[in-house]
């Protein structure tokens, strides 16, 4: 496998990034943001989406603050487990990313945006050439998304970030920035669907920092993360609960690894919570309720209809976890 | 006589006085670790154990003819293998870590069809490029090759057609790999693509355009690459069974996944020779298929094996790759280095075949197994590869370790359009081992007894021949059963726990060495040599052609070496890289380096102990016999202190003609039927091993954890033990993956899907269980001081154990292998649904009560155990051939004496009807038998 070749920039400042961005804009140039690479360079290497520039962020000073209320985007995964003061919710979504090898290098920034993944996408050239290309991966081929034949509109990557969906359930804003300024938005609104464009960033902004708030501080939860092996693996279902200890009605509960993009489920929560709180039975409709709205489609290591099944399991789990803890 | 270290020669009768009085300066010499008190070395009884470890005692397994030359030096001892500073300091260079001057890098144009026919390359914009040197496709390489003489089925790149997504199509050498990958754009190529074939079922039926075409031979117009037929034994038996088990089986197929992916440097010398770096497991055979594809007499070729980064099987067919080397750097002038990247390994597989395995087996009355009946269809994927072997192995390999009424197999290897599937540790006998055993596991269900005693009541012992013919020699099943029983407290778990813990057993048996070598011309040249050589430096240069994969195969050799000689390991250097200098081994498979390359290492290291007692007998005056080789000193027999040392000796032997050398080998011994295919499965020794596993199944998720493993292996004498555990841990492993994760996907447009090692899933660190290894030690009385192997049977017995301890757990066969959660889960939505449950935490957890027939299964494993005792010290040597449990009589043959005591290799027309899935290729006729009906 060899790298294509790409001119890699080093800015030391958020100032000067963002500007360097501006400017490739406006030459019309293509670029990447990289932080800790290891999502972006396997991809590179199998010549999915290569650009002829990349601006990496590691050299920026400030970005990778590690705080229970605000995390950089150059957070190492690794470090974030190891430190003190980290919301436990996150630090335990953090610790399942991968291996500790990987946990390493990879960063908070990179998780959140980690790009979708399709084994009909994530594939070296000589591969997509046999299936006479992929929808995400080759744009400009025409080709069709190999996953649902016969559409073409919409690409159905998954999404197989593990720590998004405890940030969604601890209500975190991101901070973006970029030539046009900083924006500040609750990382529930972040992702948008669809495999290709896969969230709100826009040309030239990248993910700066998360934010918690002194509420979601107080939060406690659990993340039940499905996979064939306990290292390495991303999530083939994740789920995500969250809630003020002792208060049922603060509940949450996020998804992820099932669709295009991790998401919230407040209408499975509430209309569970409409019918009354009764603990187990209450725990099982919840489950069954989030199961039902999910959608996975053919393009992980495991069939859809198991991972759908499983989240119901997930969540079940998720829940009585987080209720056990405080008895 | 020039003076040696002598000191009261004669012995020690003048030093003692008639009144017992000490002559003063004349006391004789204890022998070292005497304490002084023993004037002379006491003898030893070989037939005994030592007396520091009991005595009295007959040798457990009867002595060895290598006892009378074993010095203690190296063999049985924990050793790191010798190379393993050269690994674990990262000096040991594998394929791509050769650099040679001017070097250029060659890349692979592969097929993006299925199956294509290729109407016309144009290659004249790839010429154009600038920096590209040489391009290649199939016009420039002919010759067919293959690892089977009689399957060679292979080209460098197509000629005519493309059989697979990554079949090679052409090749380019240019200065760089941008350059090379550029190149790989401008090939024009105009395709007629064909329908494929991707189901090894439709494998069967006529089709338009087979995959190869064998002329005369071929089965009619299907995709049939090779069927088999053999049953064995009185068939009448099974007609009113006691008790059966019929399971239908679906196993993925499975890769190596060696850490290592291919690479190659091909270079033409000065003189116009070849060379060709390659990590090879079999290098003679790619010396041999090189000389056919390049027109190249052998002796100017030199294939150098570089340090193999692991192969288990994947890396021993001769490989397009390798020719397309040699093409391009022979076209361009320069060396040519070609590596692949993990896909392309995946396109070049020759893993485990995908199979589709029934197995129907009885019992009768008294518990005893009345027949196995077999049927296993393989996928061989675009190539025959081992294919031929594997179709035999299936079925043959399992004829042991238990006594059989009858045995009865079909099998069927079809082409398809996928990468060739080929050999993989446990070749040909895991899949259907793991549908044996766990058969058996569930007749002892039906029959209320213990699996356990249901395999120690029926067991072949040792010193006997298997239904098919095989010879057993030594035979450590029942040890190893009873010590897996124990370790894992067995009887107080089976059965026993709750829901969602399971306990299982699974047992293995393995050729130690083919008996007959896939190459055989010219006629009866060895299976294996050595030469030596011993310098006035004292140390030994042993030169071997045997390929260390890993398996620590230069380890055992130099062990060997070793302790024949008395020299410490470092004084023993094995040279086994270029084909220039070692003398031809056929290569690391079938298990058979240790037991075939150490038999000829010994025979030549005895050549060179010949030589320096020669030479100490003219020294000291003492004929050979009554001298010892020990410790780097040749000494006088009833006392040490007369002696030489190992130098002097040595440097006598040399006197006018320098170093000492010698020449070792190894072929083994004719035996076995006359049928045909008698010949596959034949070894001159095998393996035996017993597994316990036990697993934590989440009944929710379906998620299986195997937590323990008990795993006894009989490797005849463990030579290192320490390597023989990694052997077993290791293919604890590699079993495991098969079991739980391990797959090769085929999607529903037939792309492998998972060709990189994130989505193919090794079990990580994490899935290991605690694996205690446990060695049992048979003696074999051809091996090595005993040994057998090692390398490939200890991977049998954890599928079984691992797919029965899941029954145990939650009482669901599954058939479907990898046991993957989704297909975990499917098995527990089924048992829910067919229960009065809702939630799969309330399923109830198998138990088991003891019908009558487990004492009388103790009563005669009891009676076995001293039979077998009797037999392994060879006591007992009268005949044993499997059906003496029926009643029969093993000095008159079989056949003689019951009537319809089968040993046929086709199907009788009455068969035909009721033939399994792959016995269906019976139905169709070979091409020279079908004069105009097509």
Known sequence: MLMPPFTLHNPTTVEEACTLAGELLEKGEAFDWVAGGTDLLPNYKWHINPKPHVISLARIEGVDTLSLH?????????????????????????????????RHNATLGGNICLD???????????????????????????????????????????????????????????????????????????YQLDGMKKNVLEDGEFLLKVTLSKEAAGRSGSYQKLRVRDSWDFPEAGVAASWIPGDVSSLQIATTALESIPRCHPEEVSAVLDEGWDGISSIKALAAGVRKSVQPVNNTSLPPRYRKSMVRVLTKRAVEKMIEEIQ | MSGGYRQQPGGSGHTTRKDGKRVAGKQAFPPPGSGGSKPKMATRDLDFIPESVGGKEPQPAGSHIHDRVRTGTSVGKEMPLVDSNAKVTGQAWYGDDVRLPNEVIGKILRSPHHYAKIKSIDTSRVEALPGVLAVATGADSPHRFGVLPVTKDEHAMAVEKVRHVGDLVACVAAIDEATALEALNLFDIEWEVLEPVFDPKKGLEDVDEPIHWRGKYHLAKTNVQKRVFQEFGDRSLVEKPHAESHGKWSMAGVHHGFTEPHAVVAHWGPNGRLQLYTPQQVPHYTHRALSTVLDVPMHQINVIRTFVGGGF???????????????????????????????????INRGRHPSHIEVKMTADEDARISGFDIDALIDGGGFASFGHVTSYYNGVLATAPYELGSFHYTGARVWTNKPASGAMRGHGAVNTRCAVEVGLDEMAETMQVDPIDLRL????????????????????MREALEKVRTGSNWDEKFRKMPLGKGIGIGCGFFISGSGLPIHWDPNRFP?????????????????????????????????????????????????????????????????????????AAIRAALEIREQLLNAAWEILGYHPNNLILNDRRIYYKHDPAIGVSYLKALHKAQEDKGALIASGAYRSPPMGGVHKGAAAGLAPAYSFSAYVAEVDVDVETGIIQCTNVWAAHDCGKALNPLAVKGQIIGSCHMGLGQVLSEKMVYGRTGHLQNANLLDYKIPSVHEMPHVEPIIIESCDPEGPFGAKEAGEGPLLPILPAVVNAVYDAIGIRLRNLPLTPDVVYKGIEKALKASEFDDPTD???????????????????????IRDKARQRTEDTSPYVNGVLFGFDPTIPLEDQVEGWRIATEPDPEQLAELGLAGRAWLKKEQRQMDGEN
């Open chain 1, 70 to 102: 605000e995390i950089g985007c150059m957070a190492r995964l690794g470090d974030l487990t190891a430190e003190n003061g980290i919301h436990p919710l996150i630090v335990e979504a953090a610790g399942k990313v991968a291996s500790s090898l990987i």
């Open chain 1, 116 to 190: 979708t993944r399709c084994f009909w996408y994530n594939q070296g050239e000589d591969w997509r050439r046999s299936i006479d290309w992929c929808h995400k991966a080759d744009c400009g081929t025409g080709a069709e998304c190999r996953v649902i034949p016969n559409q073409n509109t919409l690409c159905v990557a998954t999404y197989q970030g593990d720590i998004a969906p405890t940030l969604m359930v601890l209500d975190a804003e991101v901070h973006l920035i970029g030539p046009n300024g900083l924006r500040v938005i609750p990382i529930t609104e972040f």
């Open chain 2, 313 to 347: 099987g994947g890396k021993s067919d001769p490989f397009p790759h390798e020719m397309c080397a040699a093409i391009l750097a022979r076209k361009s002038g320069r060396p040519v280095r070609i590596t692949f990247d993990r896909e392309e390994v995946y396109w």
């Open chain 2, 457 to 476: 009541a029926n067991l072949l012992p040792p010193h006997s021949r298997t239904i098919s013919g095989f010879r057993i020699t030594s035979n450590g």
């Open chain 2, 527 to 599: 299976h294996a040599t050595v030469h030596m050589q011993v310098d006035m430096d004292g140390g030994v240069t042993v030169h071997t052609g045997a390929a260390d994969i890993g398996q620590g195969s230069t380890t055992a050799v130099a062990q060997v070496v070793s302790e024949v000689l008395a020299l410490p390991i470092e004084m023993i250097h094995v040279r086994s890289h270029e084909s220039d200098t070692s003398p031809v081994d056929l290569g690391s498979y079938s298990s058979r380096v240790t037991f075939m390359n150490a038999n």
């Open chain 2, 843 to 865: 399923l109830p957890s198998p138990t088991l009560t003891f019908s009558s027939m487990q004492q009388k299964l103790v009563a005669r494993a009891q009676e076995h155990k």
